[in-house]
């Protein structure tokens, strides 16, 4: 089936960037939707940004105009580029893709992303 691979997480100061990626690998039937989620200590799992397999780009409110959400086709790889970061950005982001053929949503492992004030 299918396997996600996350990276590009670290420790930023408020303001500054970081890119993170995640590459698909495995059977891969058909994907349709590939995103990020991040669940901060004591809170849910949030959504932060999804992208179709037609390009449709879905944000939170939160990070609407700070981040942006990509794809590489030929790659099976989804990317968050993350700009003017905030302590509140600051969680273990989770890449998540739906695979119509499977009907199934596969996890990354989490990658950890923290912003210091």
């Known amino acids: 089936q299918v396997q996600l691979v996350e990276s590009g997480g670290g420790l930023v100061q408020a303001g500054g960037s970081l890119r993170l990626s995640c590459a698909a690998s495995?059977?891969?039937?058909?994907?349709?939707?590939m995103g990020w989620y991040r669940q901060a200590p004591g809170k849910q799992r949030e959504l932060v940004a999804t992208i179709t397999s037609g390009s449709r780009l879905n944000y939170a409110d939160s990070v609407k105009g700070r981040f942006t959400i990509s794809k590489d086709n030929a790659k099976n790889t989804v990317y968050l580029q993350m700009n003017a970061l905030k302590p509140e950005d600051t969680a273990l982001y989770y890449c998540n893709v739906y695979d119509g053929g499977w009907g199934r949503n596969v996890w990354g492992q989490g990658t950890q992303v923290t912003v210091s004030s």
């Open positions: 495995g059977r891969i039937l058909s994907i349709v939707v």
